[in-house]
């Protein structure tokens, strides 16, 4: 892990801590996104925008890169997760089949990237509701609900390929 990942993970680190003490008593598999990502999440690589993609509007992340990704799959996937930049933020992205960030709403991309690949039906069905697949506390089958594993292989029909 580089210094810029392990500085994410103790920021994340810090949030699950504060979380933890505002605990609501829910059962479920994660006690919220900071932690979920900690215990699933995936590093992807940081790069410049690749010359063949455009930037899209700024602040409209989560738009920008579904809308790239219904064009361009299989060839990118649509990930979620956390971006630190100037500070971490909730944030969409594309990866490549090498696990290349690629950013169309960052103008500088950021230090470091943690997130999970998101099947384009899920983004879409979050998107719907103004929601996104880590935050969307409107679904009855949230993500942090049951083990990720479990989760995974409803959306994909298999193991997580690690």
């Known amino acids: 892990m580089n210094e810029h990942q392990q500085q994410l993970v103790e920021y994340l680190k810090q949030w699950v801590t504060l979380r933890r003490q505002m605990h609501n008593g829910h059962d479920w598999a994660y006690l919220c996104m900071e932690d979920f990502l900690i215990r699933e999440g995936r590093w992807y690589k940081p790069q410049p925008l690749p010359e063949v993609y455009h ?14 990704a219904c064009e361009m799959t299989p060839d990118v996937r649509y990930v979620e997760g956390i971006a630190a930049s100037i500070i971490p ?8 089949r090498q ?6 709403t960052l103008r500088e991309p950021a230090s470091a990237y943690i997130g999970i690949e998101v099947p384009i039906a899920k983004a879409h069905a979050a998107l719907a509701r103004e929601m996104t697949v880590l935050d ?6 949230h993500i942090f609900h049951k083990p990720f594993r479990q989760y ?11």
């Open 55 to 68: 930037f899209g509007k700024i602040k409209q992340c989560f738009n920008n890169s579904y809308a790239l």
């Open 152 to 162: 995974y292989r409803n959306l994909y029909g298999s193991e997580i390929d690690r």
């Open 136 to 141: 969307d506390w409107r679904s009855h089958q």
């Open 89 to 96: 933020v909730h944030h969409a992205w594309l990866t490549d």
């Open 99 to 104: 696990g290349n960030v690629i950013d169309v």
